[in-house]
C-alpha cells in the first residue's frame, strides 16, 4: 500500500473519532425522553405499529390535529415522511432496549455525515479542504446535537450529501451508474423529509450538464425513472388511503399556515425580546387550538380535508395583510443567514454556542467564494441556493437550514479557510523580506 494511501485512510480513521467521541458523549447524557424530542417520539410510534403489522399509523391525536366524535385506537398517519420510521421498525426485531439501538443508528448516521462532507469536499476542492471540512463538521455543534437524537436530519443530509457526491462522479466518469445512483439518493432523501423533492427536480440541471452530448438523454431519462420508482410506492399508499397520488406527506399545509399568520407576524416583530416567548404561547396554545376545534365543527378530519383548510387561512391571511406576509418574508430571509435559534427562547449559552459556530462559518464561506474560485461550483451554490428556495414558504428555524445548507456550507468555509491560511502565509512572508537589497540596487 502506498504512503498516501495508509495516510488518507489513517485521517479517516482519526475524522470517525473524532466524529464519534462528541455524539457518544451527548447521548450518554441524554434521556430517553430528550433522545426522542423533536417529533421523535412520533417516528418511534408509528415504528412501533409497522413492526407490529398495523400499518403507517399512530394512535394519538397531535395539536394540529382535529379529533373525531369516535376516535379510533390508532389511524393512518399522513404527516410523517416513512423513511425513519421504517428504519425503527426494523430495530424492533433486534434484541434489547429499542432506544439503545436507535442510539446506535443516530451516532453511525452522525458519523456517517461527516465523513460524506470530507469526501465531497475532497473530490470538489482537493485533499486539504476535504480534510479541513470534514474537522469541521465532526466537531459542529448543529451536527453533533442531531447526532444525538431521533429524528430525520442526519439521515436526511447524508442522502443529499451522498446524491450530489454522486451527480460530482458522473460529472467525471460519464458512468450511467451515478445518475440512477444520484436519482436514488435524492429519492430516498424525500422518503426523510419532503423538502428532498426540491432536490430530486432542482438537481436535475446538474444531471444535464455532467453528461456528454451523446448520453444527456440517456442520464435525464434514467435519473427521472429511477426518481419515479422510488417514489412510486408511498404515492401508491397515499392514493388509495386518501384519493390524491401524493408523494409527499400532507404536512406542508399546515407548516405553511404556522409560518404565514398574525401570529407568526407578532413574533417577528418581538424579534428577540422576551415578548417573543408570549406571542409564541399565544400562537399555539390560544390562535392555534381555536382552528383546531373550527376544523371539528366542520369536520375536517379526512387529511385532504385539513390540508385545504390550512391553505385557505394561510391564503386568507396573505390577502388580508399583504404587507405583514412581505415582512415576514423578508424576516425569515434574513433569519436564514443568521444564528439560530432565538436567544429569548434558550438559554445564553446555547445562544453563544450558536453565534461562536454560525457566524465564523458564515464568514469564512464569503471569504471562499472570493478568494477561491473552484468553491463556486454549481455542486456546491446549487444546493445552498436549493435549501433557501425549500425553508422560505415555512416558518423558520434550524431544523429547515441545517440538514439542507451546512453541509455544503462547511465545505466552502473550509476553502476559506484554506484561502485565508494562505493569503495570511504570503503576508508574512512578505513582511518577512528585508528591503535592504532594493535600496542598494537603487543605490
Known amino acids: 500500500m502506498s504512503i498516501p494511501r495508509m495516510t488518507d485512510r489513517c485521517f479517516l480513521l482519526l475524522l470517525a473519532l473524532l466524529a464519534l467521541l462528541p455524539r457518544v458523549g451527548l447521548n450518554l447524557t441524554l434521556s430517553a425522553e430528550d433522545f426522542l424530542k423533536i417529533d421523535g417520539r412520533d417516528y418511534q410510534r408509528i415504528a412501533h405499529h409497522l413492526a407490529a403489522g398495523h400499518g403507517f399509523a399512530i394512535g394519538s391525536y397531535r395539536w394540529f390535529e382535529p379529533i373525531p366524535p369516535d376516535p379510533p385506537d390508532r389511524h393512518p ?35 456517517g455525515l461527516v465523513l460524506g462532507v470530507q469526501r465531497l469536499a475532497r473530490s470538489l476542492l482537493g485533499v486539504g479542504v476535504g480534510r ?25 443530509a447524508l442522502c443529499l450529501v451522498l446524491g450530489v457526491f454522486s451527480l460530482v462522479r458522473l460529472r467525471a466518469s460519464g458512468d ?19 423538502t428532498g423533492l426540491v432536490y430530486l427536480v432542482g438537481m436535475l440541471p446538474l444531471v ?15 435519473y427521472a425513472l429511477v426518481g419515479c420508482a422510488v417514489l412510486t410506492p408511498w404515492t401508491v399508499r397515499n392514493f388509495r388511503l386518501t384519493g390524491v397520488p401524493n408523494p409527499l406527506t400532507f404536512f406542508g399545509s399546515y407548516n405553511a399556515w404556522l409560518g404565514m399568520n398574525e401570529g ?22 390560544e390562535d392555534l387550538k381555536q382552528h383546531v376545534g373550527r376544523m371539528e365543527e366542520e369536520g375536517c378530519f379526512a387529511p385532504i380535508a385539513q390540508a385545504r383548510y390550512w391553505r385557505r387561512e394561510a391564503r386568507s391571511f396573505i390577502r388580508s ?33 450558536a453565534v461562536l459556530s454560525t457566524v465564523p462559518v458564515f464568514a469564512l464561506v464569503m471569504i471562499g467564494l472570493i478568494a477561491h474560485p473552484p468553491a463556486r461550483s454549481p455542486y456546491l451554490l446549487v444546493p445552498c441556493i436549493l435549501a433557501l428556495v425549500a425553508a422560505m414558504p415555512f416558518v423558520f428555524h434550524i431544523r429547515f437550514r441545517f440538514p439542507m445548507f451546512e453541509p455544503f456550507a462547511v465545505i466552502l468555509a473550509a476553502a476559506g479557510a484554506v484561502a485565508l491560511g494562505a493569503g495570511l502565509s504570503a503576508l508574512r512572508a512578505g513582511r518577512s523580506r528585508s528591503p535592504l537589497p532594493v535600496r542598494r540596487q537603487a543605490q
Open 77 to 111: 398517519d399522513f404527516a410523517r415522511p416513512p423513511l425513519l420510521p421504517a428504519v425503527g421498525a426494523v430495530l424492533y426485531g433486534l434484541p434489547g432496549d429499542w432506544t439503545i439501538w436507535a442510539r446506535v443508528v443516530s451516532i453511525l448516521l452522525g458519523v
Open 132 to 156: 479541513l471540512a470534514g474537522a469541521f463538521f465532526a466537531v459542529y455543534p448543529v451536527a453533533i446535537f442531531y447526532g444525538a437524537h431521533w429524528s430525520t436530519e442526519s439521515l436526511f
Open 208 to 222: 444535464v450538464i455532467g453528461s456528454g452530448r451523446r448520453r444527456r438523454f440517456q442520464h435525464f431519462a434514467l
Open 321 to 353: 395583510n399583504p404587507e405583514k406576509a412581505i415582512y415576514i418574508l423578508g424576516k425569515r430571509l434574513v433569519h436564514f443567514f443568521r444564528p439560530w435559534p432565538n436567544r429569548a427562547s434558550v438559554s445564553p449559552w446555547v445562544s453563544w454556542i
Open 264 to 285: 407568526m407576524y407578532r413574533m417577528y416583530r418581538a424579534g428577540e425580546h422576551p415578548e417573543f416567548l408570549v406571542h409564541m404561547q399565544k400562537l399555539y396554545e
Open 176 to 194: 450511467r451508474r451515478f445518475a440512477a445512483l444520484a436519482a436514488l439518493c435524492f429519492g430516498v432523501a424525500t422518503l426523510a423529509r419532503p
